[in-house]
């Protein structure tokens, strides 16, 4: 079997495993190095300190893992099987919703990571089974790796102006992994920019993240500062991010590739219950116990209780900010003597509202 028919026979694999699409890459993206120190010397990273650790070691898998000649990349739809064709729609309506706290979708049901790597692993023992033992690592955006540009590079799609990757026939709802290999491996065909002059992503954006197209600074993404950023958020920007509590959809709900997308074939991300359609009271109310009871298994969890209790204080003084509610400041003043100074200080914040 060459080359071209192993991976015609990985795709298959992969297929049986969930996977949308198999892809492979070549290990040269010295051409992507110049742009990604650009963006860590503008400071658009933030604190995630991480991105800027590994330096160009991102830009070289073989430097990451020694022996690399191939690299597999593997995509996988997250859509919830019942969701609704006007699912775009349906969420923007969401956000009207000033009680409701809203969940970026790919968060509502099981942690991608756990399920992506699990059948990455899988994928990789079927090949060692056909080939026998080779060098391989498997990832799902946990290590210094330049997902998205391995991914425009093995046929996946192309960077759209919010920088995610955009596929003709997926939009881009869906998970990235890879597969380093000591495989000489045929490279797929990259595929053409389809965007166009279309700039919805960046028009329809609450903070002006997207600072010109294909351009991200993450100091002012919702998802960033409900994810990865630990401290207060700014004061400027908590009155734009909405009833957003954990992530957020905007640039994906607005883009028209999006219609596209389509539904997995996994139960893995089916919403869960508790996550999704939640009033930002009962959120609030949780105790630490329940917190981790809820997001057992869930992408959510990782921020902890702390960080939780932040966000969706942020979208209680929102909601008060469209109308006095008797609920909502009753249930930031239970929490007003909370141990956290973080928690204490945007409860206060939102009460101010």
Request: with cysteine; charged share 20%.
């Amino acid at each position: 079997m060459n080359g071209l028919q192993l991976v015609s026979q990985v795709q298959v694999w992969a297929r049986e495993l969930g996977f949308s699409q198999i892809g492979v890459a070549g290990v040269d993206l010295s051409s992507a190095e110049a742009g990604l120190m650009a963006w860590l010397a503008q400071g658009f990273h933030g604190d995630m300190t991480y991105m800027a650790a590994h330096g160009l070691r991102r830009a070289r898998p073989a430097e990451l893992v020694p022996g690399t000649v191939s690299v597999i990349t593997a995509r996988m739809d997250y859509l919830p099987s019942g969701t609704p064709h006007d699912w775009q729609a349906v969420e923007f309506e969401r956000l009207k919703r000033p009680g409701e706290g809203i969940v970026s979708v790919y968060a509502r049901g099981r942690d991608y990571h756990k399920v992506l790597r699990a059948r990455l692993q899988k994928l990789s023992d079927r090949v060692a089974g056909h080939l026998g033992p080779f060098g391989h690592r498997v990832f799902t955006d946990s290590a210094p790796v330049l997902e998205a540009e391995l991914a425009s590079r093995s046929g996946q799609g192309w960077r759209g102006k919010h920088t995610l990757v955009l596929n003709r026939d997926a939009g881009s709802m869906f998970f990235l992994g890879e597969i380093y290999v000591d495989v000489a491996l045929p490279p797929s065909e990259p595929v053409l920019d389809h965007c166009g002059s279309c700039s919805a992503c960046i028009d329809v954006c609450p903070t002006q993240a997207i600072v010109a197209p294909y351009r991200l600074d993450a100091r002012r993404c919702i998802s960033y500062l409900t994810i990865e950023h630990a401290g207060p958020i700014p004061l400027e920007l908590r009155p734009l991010i909405g009833n957003r509590i954990y992530g957020c959809d905007d640039c994906q709900l607005a883009c028209p590739w999006n219609k596209f997308a389509q539904r997995s074939a996994l139960p893995d991300f089916d919403e869960r219950a508790g996550l999704s359609g939640a009033q930002l009271v009962t959120l609030f109310a949780w105790s630490e116990e329940e917190f981790l009871r809820y997001t057992e298994g869930s992408p959510i969890r990782r921020i902890g209780h702390e960080r939780w209790l932040r966000n969706v204080a942020v979208a209680m003084g929102n909601a008060l900010r469209r109308g006095h509610d008797a609920m909502l400041v009753e249930a930031l003043h239970r929490r007003f003597d909370d141990a956290s100074e973080l928690v204490r200080e945007h409860i206060a914040w939102a009460l101010e509202q």
